[in-house]
């Protein structure tokens, strides 16, 4: 007689290889609809499943794991970052939490030289002209941006993804700066040709394109302040690629308005899906609908990583991709 399958309870649409192989080794609960649970369904989900398989759409707080029954064990993240999750609260109910690191590492590089280039190229601006049937030929001053080689880029977080975008930064002839909790290894640092800042503000007040590419956590909530965004050059270039609630969004919007920042390209914003009504009618920016990892390698690497975690878990053994509360 085969042994019964788990309960994993899926919060969103995921593609359609993954979701056929957790149909094939759970008792998989899908979401067809592919739209983000109401808090009541989401509390419907926890209180019947054994594991719970949310992405950054499902905002799983102390509540959330309060109202879980006795049989949920595990939160398998489809998704990097845990911001959304309260993994403390998790541990002490004996839940374990897993995300999904490393897959999209490289696709949010790729998508934050997309934003350097297309910010500070005008390309967005440039494409909308030419299919509003605006472009009437070819001139020495019109549409004119900057080029991006022999400017220096400061990083704001150098783990997996600054490390990847310092590495295309510098082959694009960039000078590449860096501000993190510490210093990484002098062998990276020197295979980027990276200089470290241990303060962020000196480093803002110097660079010609900031990326951000650090965490979400309490600590660097609004880390881009009203008062560290006026650091900034006025030819300067934000990009980010993280999350929306490092940047104070509406001082940024702000400052972009009256040209004291040069320009700005976001992935993520402050209240996503909401965005700040004032971006939206700058010609300075780019705006995209949170792409960083939306390939279809990257997505379907984080599925199998859900299901690698999720299988090791029920056969008895440590995920390879657990999440701890003093890590976050």
């Known amino acids: 007689m085969p042994a019964r399958k788990p309960i994993v309870v899926v919060t969103r649409k995921l593609p359609d290889l993954i979701e056929t192989r957790m149909r094939e080794l759970f008792d998989a609960k899908l979401n067809l609809e592919d739209r983000p649970l109401t808090p009541a369904e989401l509390a419907e989900a926890v209180a019947g499943a054994e594991v719970l398989a949310p ?70 601006e440039g494409a909308n002209v030419v299919q509003a049937g605006g472009f009437s030929g070819w001139s020495p001053t019109w549409m004119m941006g900057r080029r991006i080689s022999g400017k220096r880029l400061g990083i704001i977080g150098m783990g997996r993804i600054g490390q990847a975008v ?41 660079m010609d394109v900031i990326s951000v590419n650090s965490p979400h956590t309490p600590a660097t909530f609004h880390l881009l302040s009203a008062r560290r965004l006026k650091l900034l050059q006025p030819h300067a270039i934000l990009v980010n690629t993280a999350r929306g609630g490092i940047i104070d969004e509406s001082a940024l919007a702000d400052l972009l308005a009256r040209g004291a ?36 390698e990257a997505r379907t690497e984080m599925g199998e990583k859900v299901i690698i975690n999720i299988k090791t878990f029920m056969d008895g053994h440590k995920p390879p991709d657990r999440v701890l509360p003093e890590r976050i």
């Open 261 to 296: 920042i040069g320009g700005a390209g976001l992935d993520v914003y402050e209240n996503e899906p909401t965005i700040n009504p004032k971006l939206l009618k700058l010609p300075n920016v780019v705006l995209l609908p949170h792409l960083g990892s939306a390939t279809v």
């Open 55 to 124: 992405t950054v759409t499902d905002e799983i707080d102390a509540a959330v794991i309060e109202a879980a029954g006795p049989n949920l064990k595990l939160i398998a993240n489809f998704g990097a970052g845990v911001d959304h999750i309260d993994v403390a609260a998790a541990a002490a109910r004996g839940v374990t939490v897993t995300n999904t690191p490393g897959v999209l590492t490289e696709d949010t590089a790729d998508m934050t030289m997309a934003l350097i280039l297309a910010t500070a190229r005008r390309i967005v």
């Open 166 to 206: 310092a590495k295309r930064a510098k082959a694009f002839g960039m000078q590449v700066h860096y501000h993190n909790r510490k210093p990484v290894p002098q062998a990276i640092a020197d295979a980027l040709d990276a200089t470290y800042w241990d303060s962020l503000d000196q480093m803002l007040a110097r």
